[in-house]
T-cell receptor, first 112, second 112 residues
Framework: QKEVEQNSGPLSVPEGAIASLNCTYS??????FFWYRQYSGKSPELIMF????GDKEDGRFTAQLNKASQYVSLLIRDSQPSDSATYLC????????????FGRGTSLIVHP | GAVVSQHPSWVICKSGTSVKIECRSL??????MFWYRQFPKQSLMLMAT?????????EQGVEKDKFLINHASLTLSTLTVTSAHPEDSSFYIC????????FGSGTRLTVV
């Protein structure tokens, strides 16, 4: 059973702070990792994906991957109230099944 | 690119009736689409994989006779919830396999 674990939160941070969202996964064969943002009542939208160990930065977002620890995280710098949403972590194995496994999501609240 | 259009965005129906949800790929051909269901504060749960020109593959526990999937063309997949019951009330989302970010906008189904 492939599992993707996220703390459901809510994670509350003040505006301007760094929000750190974490995700662990059970399948060592996982090769692709994705972070989605989902606003209430809306479908997910892709923020970032990462394939290699290390950090990947895109604007205010940084994804961090540690395959040895089976851990992927998302950092949001200079958090804004508009970042308040649920953040879903998704994991795909390489080859074989290309169907992503989603975590339950972490609710982020950025307060002014 | 890789835009997926989903309709309707919300629907209310009476118990026992059927509801059809459409998912279209607007600027690409989608040989495979995924159908998800999401209950409040839960993650996306894959219901089935829709393959153009062949039968859909259903996940364990999903009734294929209740959730009818048709993928008759490379740009259209439909999910029909037959004999709907209140417990089928949920948020249904489609996604194209070609692009990790291509989710439909979702359909909020309420069965009364």
């Amino acid at each position: 059973q492939k599992e993707v674990e996220q703390n459901s939160g809510p994670l509350s941070v003040p505006e301007g702070a760094i929000a750190s969202l974490n995700c662990t996964y059970s399948d060592r064969g996982s090769q692709s990792f994705f972070w989605y943002r989902q606003y209430s009542g809306k479908s997910p939208e892709l923020i970032m994906f990462i394939y290699s160990n290390g950090d990947k930065e895109d604007g205010r977002f940084t994804a961090q991957l540690n395959k040895a620890s089976q851990y992927v995280s998302l950092l949001i710098r200079d958090s804004q109230p508009s970042d308040s949403a649920t953040y879903l972590c998704a994991v795909k194995a390489w080859g074989g099944s290309y169907i992503p496994t989603f975590g339950r999501g972490t609710s982020l609240i950025v307060h002014p | 690119g890789a835009v997926v259009s989903q309709h309707p965005s919300w629907v209310i129906c009476k118990s026992g009736t059927s509801v059809k949800i459409e998912c279209r790929s607007l600027d690409f051909q989608a040989t495979t689409m995924f159908w998800y269901r999401q209950f409040p504060k839960q993650s996306l749960m894959l219901m089935a994989t829709s393959n153009e020109g062949s039968k859909a593959t259903y996940e364990q526990g999903v009734e294929k006779d209740k959730f009818l999937i048709n993928h008759a063309s490379l740009t259209l997949s439909t999910l029909t919830v037959t004999s709907a019951h209140p417990e089928d009330s949920s948020f249904y989302i489609c996604s194209a396999s070609q692009s990790q970010g291509s989710f439909g906008s979702g359909t909020r189904l309420t069965v009364v």
